[in-house]
T-cell receptor
Framework: GAGVSQSPSNKVTEKGKDVELRCDPI?????LYWYRQRLGQGLEFLIY????????KSGLPSDRFSAERTGESVSTLTIQRTQQEDSAVYLC????????????????FGSGTQLSVL | KNQVEQSPQSLIILEGKNCTLQ??????????LRWYKQDTGRGPVSLTI?????NTKSNGRYTATLDADTKQSSLHITASQLSDSASYIC???????????FGTGTLLAVQP
């Protein structure tokens, strides 16, 4: 596709339920990131996938959070037993192979999934 | 440890005026610095990317400066437009990691 696509754009759920968020990166992008943005806050890194390498999960806030990626395409972020503190916008981004250490690579973001836990 | 400090936190200017946003960072080692624009309800969009050896880079009405010695950067917006209303986020990068650390940014409102 032309850009990073995320679905759903909005999700309202009840406390304790599981949710699954989807990200379709730009075709050909090997790197995929998930960020969380609480209201009025900066972006908080969650997890990073690069090709077939083991993902960097260092930003996941608890074991209720997990993410999977199929090859170099779709990724899903799963939040189990949601809590009200999980309410935020979840942003997905993708980039090419070279990595953020070079100025050739830009990070392209989707519009996010607004998650509201009641 | 807060690695990025941006000022002001928020700013209101009139359409057509110029403004300058500031960024101080402590990331070390340092490889590059990025400025992003985030419209309300959207993901951030890259404006400029500079390495430690670059002092200035422009993208249309946006001009970023960088002083890697003092670890300071600025983003100057010329002849502001209503569509410039957004959050502007300074993102310094360093080391082997591919994680980008985003601050809360400066919230700019351009009024007619």
């Amino acid at each position: 596709g032309a850009g990073v696509s995320q679905s759903p754009s909005n999700k309202v759920t009840e406390k304790g339920k599981d949710v699954e968020l989807r990200c379709d990166p730009i075709s050909g992008h090997t790197a995929l990131y998930w960020y969380r943005q609480r209201l009025g806050q900066g972006l908080e890194f969650l997890i990073y996938f690069q090709g077939n390498s083991a993902p960097d999960k260092s930003g996941l806030p608890s074991d209720r959070f997990s993410a999977e990626r199929t090859g170099e395409s779709v990724s899903t972020l799963t939040i189990q037993r949601t809590q009200q503190e999980d309410s935020a916008v979840y942003l997905c981004a993708s980039s090419g192979r070279a990595g953020m250490g070079t100025t050739n690579e830009k990070l392209f973001f989707g519009s996010g999934t607004q998650l509201s836990v009641l | 440890k807060n690695q990025v400090e941006q000022s002001p936190q928020s700013l209101i200017i009139l359409e057509g005026k110029n403004c300058t946003l500031q960024c101080n960072y402590t990331v070390s080692p340092f490889s590059n610095l990025r400025w992003y624009k985030q419209d309300t309800g959207r993901g951030p969009v890259s404006l400029t990317i500079m390495t430690f050896s670059e002092n200035t880079k422009s993208n249309g009405r946006y001009t970023a400066t960088l002083d890697a010695d003092t670890k300071q950067s600025s983003l100057h917006i010329t002849a502001s437009q209503l569509s410039d209303s957004a959050s502007y986020i300074c993102v310094p990068h360093g080391g082997a990691t591919n994680k980008l650390i985003f601050g809360t940014g400066t919230l700019l409102a351009v009024q007619p």
